[in-house]
């Protein structure tokens, strides 16, 4: 079991706790103690995102962490240092969740593709604050976003909205709130997605 928690990265093995925390002196530690969310890839891989300090990725077989960050001047690198949610899809892509839009990793380049809001296009993404990744048993990817924490988006309150992802095309259909219409979202902010048995969302 791997535990993300405020004060550092937890592994428990059935019998016993191994700890993980950043170490000034290693940069193959952990970049911080406080994890906004965490998940596991194919190759055993865990990804954990730092708050407000970018991605990292723990190769358990050598306690390395490997660290990525957005580089002002690297259009390849992580969008922002803000993740907020991690998703590896059937295919083994890894889809990172950002304050400032949805990123695709590409495990050949270590770079990532970034699907941002563009307010001229409406098949863009609705919102750049990705808070929750969910693949449904199509395979397609959705994006829930919005943030539901004063101050965390200034001037963005309220925005958001559900996004399903054509992953052909890089477009995306929104799903928002209108307060016309009793059947639409009941509110732009979505925080967990989750697929019934049905296919009910």
Same mark, same amino acid.
């Given at each position: 079991?791997?535990?993300?928690?405020?004060?550092?990265?937890y592994?428990?093995?059935?019998?016993?706790?191994i700890?993980?925390?950043p170490?000034? *002196?290693?940069?193959?530690?952990?970049?911080?103690?406080?994890?906004?969310?965490i998940?596991?890839?194919?190759?055993?891989?865990?990804w954990l995102?730092?708050?407000r300090?970018?991605?990292?990725?723990?190769?358990?077989?050598?306690?390395?962490?490997?660290?990525?960050?957005?580089k002002k001047n690297?259009?390849?690198?992580?969008?922002?240092?803000?993740?907020?949610?991690?998703?590896?899809?059937?295919?083994?892509t890894?889809?990172?969740?950002t304050?400032?839009?949805l990123d695709?990793?590409?495990?050949? *380049?270590?770079?990532?593709?970034h699907?941002?809001?563009?307010p001229n296009?409406?098949? *863009?993404l609705?919102c750049?604050?990705?808070?929750a990744?969910?693949?449904?048993?199509?395979?397609t990817?959705?994006?829930?976003?919005?943030?539901?924490?004063?101050?965390?988006?200034?001037?963005y309150?309220?925005?958001g909205?559900?996004?399903?992802?054509?992953?052909?095309?890089?477009?995306?259909?929104?799903?928002?709130?209108?307060e016309?219409?009793?059947?639409?979202?009941i509110d732009n902010?979505v925080?967990?997605i989750f697929?019934?048995?049905?296919?009910?969302?």
């Amino acid at each position: 079991l791997w535990l993300a928690t405020q004060i550092g990265l937890y592994k428990y093995d059935g019998y016993q706790y191994i700890s993980y925390h950043p170490a000034p *002196s290693n940069p193959n530690s952990p970049a911080a103690d406080l994890i906004e969310c965490i998940a596991s890839d194919r190759r055993g891989y865990v990804w954990l995102a730092p708050v407000r300090t970018g991605l990292d990725r723990l190769d358990p077989v050598t306690g390395i962490f490997t660290h990525f960050r957005h580089k002002k001047n690297d259009p390849g690198s992580l969008a922002s240092d803000t993740v907020l949610a991690i998703l590896q899809d059937h295919d083994a892509t890894m889809w990172i969740g950002t304050q400032h839009g949805l990123d695709r990793f590409d495990d050949k *380049s270590n770079k990532f593709l970034h699907y941002e809001n563009n307010p001229n296009d409406p098949s *863009s993404l609705s919102c750049n604050t990705v808070r929750a990744l969910y693949e449904d048993k199509q395979g397609t990817i959705w994006a829930g976003t919005g943030s539901a924490f004063y101050g965390e988006n200034p001037g963005y309150e309220g925005n958001g909205g559900l996004n399903k992802l054509n992953k052909e095309t890089g477009k995306f259909i929104r799903y928002m709130h209108d307060e016309k219409d009793p059947h639409s979202l009941i509110d732009n902010r979505v925080r967990a997605i989750f697929e019934d048995s049905r296919g009910n969302f």
